[in-house]
T-cell receptor
Framework: DVKVTQSSRYLVKRTGEKVFLECVQD?????MFWYRQDPGLGLRLIYF???????EKGDIPEGYSVSREKKERFSLILESASTNQTSMYLC???????????????FGPGTRLTVL | AQKVTQAQTEISVVEKEDVTLDCVYE???????LFWYKQPPSGELVFLIR??????QNEISGRYSWNFQKSTSSFNFTITASQVVDSAVYFC???????????FGSGTQLTVLP
């Protein structure tokens, strides 16, 4: 089974702090994604990565950056956290090439971030 | 641009009732994939089903069934004889055939009362 883990289930930070959210997958997937989930808005894509050191902006990248130094790890960075970044953050992964024909993403358990 | 609409924000049913969750999508791609995910209170998204745009056959899996109609751009999900454990948020999602990103609907909160 694919396993996607996230470093924290719950996180409380203060406005202006730098925040790191970590995601690790153990199935050698090339593609990894960060979403945020807000009531009434569903999941919205922040950033994704097709390979190590590669990144692409999603629909709402403002205020975020990402890092992909190793294939299994994809980090989401909030350079200066703000209260409007209080949300649930979900990481996902999917393999490339022939293994990805189903385009089925596997999700981590989520990190509920509160910015005070 | 892709868009997924789940017009039902919240649905409440009594156990053993049947319930249908609606999903309408918009895409200009001729090849695409449609998905349903379940998010129980624990928070983790659980994959339920994937359908590609060339396969309009309805699918049944136990108490779950899906009705895909390209003519109306809909991919509805029915739970038969609902149970309390079905209580969750259900998301419909769309992925174009040329890409891997998912576009999600806003979700439907289903509450099944005992």
């Amino acid at each position: 089974d694919v396993k996607v883990t996230q470093s924290s289930r719950y996180l409380v930070k203060r406005t202006g702090e730098k925040v790191f959210l970590e995601c690790v997958q153990d199935m050698d997937h090339e593609n990894m994604f960060w979403y945020r989930q807000d009531p009434g808005l569903g999941l919205r894509l922040i950033y994704f990565s097709y390979d190590v050191k590669m990144k692409e902006k999603g629909d709402i990248p403002e205020g975020y950056s990402v890092s992909r130094e190793k294939k299994e790890r994809f980090s989401l960075i909030l350079e200066s956290a703000s209260t409007n970044q209080t949300s649930m953050y979900l990481c996902a992964s999917i393999p490339s090439g022939g293994r990805s024909k189903s385009y089925t993403q596997y999700f981590g358990p989520g990190t509920r971030l509160t910015v005070l | 641009a892709q868009k997924v609409t789940q017009a039902q924000t919240e649905i409440s049913v009594v156990e053993k009732e049947d319930v249908t969750l609606d999903c309408v999508y918009e895409t200009r791609d001729t090849t695409y994939y449609l998905f349903w995910y379940k998010q129980p209170p624990s928070g983790e998204l659980v994959f339920l089903i994937r359908r590609n745009s060339f396969d309009e056959q309805n699918e049944i899996s136990g108490r779950y069934s899906w009705n895909f109609q390209k003519s109306t751009s809909s991919f509805n999900f029915t739970i038969t004889a609902s149970q309390v454990v079905d209580s969750a948020v259900y998301f419909c999602a769309l992925s174009p055939g040329s890409a891997r990103q998912l576009t999600f609907g806003s979700g439907t909160q289903l509450t099944v009362l005992p």
